[in-house]
């Protein structure tokens, strides 16, 4: 029986039950959709982690306090991460190169009649505008260049504070664009006092307008807003008492961030009086966060995810599988005399087992391809409620249409056996 009349027969079997087959291909299709999916959604999940986490460079350490929640409020475990701390850091650590800390408070602002109320603080080092412009995820909203732009981009007139100035504790500040307009209603602010909290600071810069590099993302709000001091003059003069500090410190070889890591934790349990526990291990009042585990830690839980999902989808294919199996063993039982007569005619087993064989593929292969198209049409749907992150794998195509073929050959491979030993006597018989 030639190869042609086999795919004849078998799809007429087919069209001949065509509500049947429709039912039957449900399992399948909704399977392959779900692979494609689910790798799409697993490959945004990814991508979003590697973005989120951009900021923290694979040189950087960065440190925070430990904090636990204690009658409906956060509180520090032990000791905070202080100014002083990272001071220390600075100038203790051989492999530390050099630190940057920041502290974050609310406050009111004046400059005469004007006040604002609820204006973010940020108390940064001297090179601050340095890690926005390496992050490269903002940039001056008039920017029209190729290429990341650099820190001078990011101030619109005047200047930032320096390191001297932040070591000697001055009393000056930086506006952010928006800030300076609500502040100043367009009179030029440089080199005027303004109040911060009560506390007098110059203003020796406005930032330029910012906006998102990339510009899927729309989310401007706070880009614009607040003030920005010497994190020294933020932490001795802004608060009642001294405040937790974030700390990155850069190493200075990467190869030895473990050693790194060792050394600092080692630093701050000495300054703040952590002792080795009688079972052997410390009881830290900071946290110690590297790239590397960020993304390790982020990435096995995406992998985690994806796994769950692409064991559902394995379900719905083997459920499908065995809506197959089941159709074909229908279709034996229905066209028992319909076998009886070709094996009469000269009709080998194996071709009887080919027939059969070949209707199963036919059916899983149509439902791979609708299964296909059916997974990419979910992927901008799935992406707008997960934060727009999808990212369709090319390998999924043929991965899940693979397996649907897979599927059809395993799952019709019984019934077709089955119909090849019928005995062409007894067949001819059935009624």
């Known amino acids: 029986?030639?190869?042609?009349?086999?795919?004849?027969?078998?799809?007429?079997?087919?069209?001949?039950?065509q509500m049947r087959a429709a039912l039957t291909s449900l399992g399948i299709i909704i399977g392959v959709a779900s692979v494609i999916a689910t790798l799409a959604l697993g490959n945004g999940t990814r991508a979003a982690v590697e973005a989120r986490f951009r900021f923290l460079g694979s040189?950087?350490?960065?440190?925070?306090?430990?904090?636990?929640?204690?009658?409906?409020?956060?509180v520090p475990v032990g000791q905070i991460v202080s100014y002083d701390d990272g001071l220390?850091?600075?100038?203790?650590?051989?492999?530390?190169?050099?630190?940057e800390m920041t502290v974050y408070s609310t406050g009111r602002v004046r400059n005469g009649r004007v006040a604002l109320s609820n204006v973010t603080i940020r108390g940064t080092v001297a090179t601050y505008l340095d890690s926005i412009a390496a992050n490269g995820e903002l940039q001056p909203a008039d920017w029209e260049e190729e290429g990341k732009p650099g820190s001078e981009a990011f101030l619109a007139y005047g200047r930032f504070y320096t390191p001297a100035e932040v070591l000697s504790w001055e009393e000056v500040c930086v506006l952010g664009y928006q800030t300076a307009e609500d502040l100043f209603e367009g009179v030029d602010p440089l080199g005027e006092t303004i109040l911060v909290n009560r506390k007098t600071c110059?203003?020796?810069?406005?930032?330029?307008?910012?906006?998102?590099?990339?510009?899927?993302?729309?989310?401007?709000?706070?880009?614009n807003d607040g003030i920005y001091l010497p994190v020294s003059t933020t932490v001795e003069g802004l608060f009642d008492e001294?405040?937790?500090?974030?700390?990155?410190?850069?190493?200075?070889?990467?190869?030895?961030?473990?050693?790194?890591?060792?050394?600092?934790?080692?630093?701050?349990?000495?300054?703040?009086?952590?002792?080795?526990?009688?079972?052997?291990?410390?009881?830290?009042?900071?946290?110690?966060?590297?790239?590397?585990?960020?993304?390790?830690?982020?990435?096995?839980?995406?992998?985690t995810f994806s796994v769950l999902l692409t064991?559902?989808?394995?379900?719905?294919?083997?459920?499908?599988?065995?809506?197959?199996?089941?159709?074909?063993?229908?279709?034996?039982?229905?066209?028992?005399?319909?076998?009886?007569?070709?094996?009469?005619?000269?009709?080998?087993?194996?071709?009887?087992?080919?027939?059969?064989?070949?209707?199963?593929?036919?059916?899983?292969?149509?439902?791979g391809v609708l299964g296909i198209a059916l997974g990419i049409?979910?992927?901008?749907?799935?992406?707008?409620?997960?934060?727009?992150i999808a990212l369709l794998d090319p390998l999924s195509i043929p991965l899940s249409f693979g397996v649907a073929m897979f599927t059809g050959v395993i799952f019709g491979l019984y019934p077709a056996i089955q119909a090849s030993q019928l005995d062409p006597i007894e067949a001819l018989r059935h009624v």
Do not use: C
């Open 1 to 17: 029986m030639g190869l042609t009349n086999l795919f004849k027969t078998a799809w007429g079997g087919i069209i001949a039950n």
């Open 59 to 74: 040189d950087q350490v960065q440190i925070t306090t430990n904090f636990k929640l204690e009658q409906g409020e956060s």
């Open 88 to 99: 220390v850091l600075a100038s203790t650590l051989e492999l530390v190169d050099r630190v």
């Open 202 to 223: 110059e203003v020796i810069g406005v930032l330029s307008e910012m906006v998102q590099a990339d510009s899927s993302k729309h989310d401007h709000s706070g880009l």
């Open 242 to 303: 001294q405040p937790a500090v974030t700390i990155v410190a850069h190493v200075t070889d990467e190869s030895r961030m473990d050693d790194a890591v060792a050394g600092i934790s080692s630093l701050l349990r000495e300054r703040h009086g952590i002792e080795e526990t009688a079972e052997g291990y410390f009881e830290d009042d900071f946290y110690l966060t590297t790239k590397e585990a960020l993304l390790g830690a982020q990435q096995e839980a995406a992998r």
């Open 311 to 367: 064991a559902l989808a394995a379900v719905s294919l083997v459920v499908g599988g065995i809506g197959i199996m089941n159709v074909m063993l229908v279709s034996v039982t229905e066209r028992t005399r319909e076998i009886g007569v070709r094996r009469a005619v000269g009709a080998k087993r194996v071709d009887v087992v080919f027939q059969f064989l070949i209707e199963a593929i036919l059916l899983s292969s149509i439902s």
């Open 377 to 388: 049409l979910l992927i901008p749907a799935l992406a707008s409620f997960h934060d727009g």
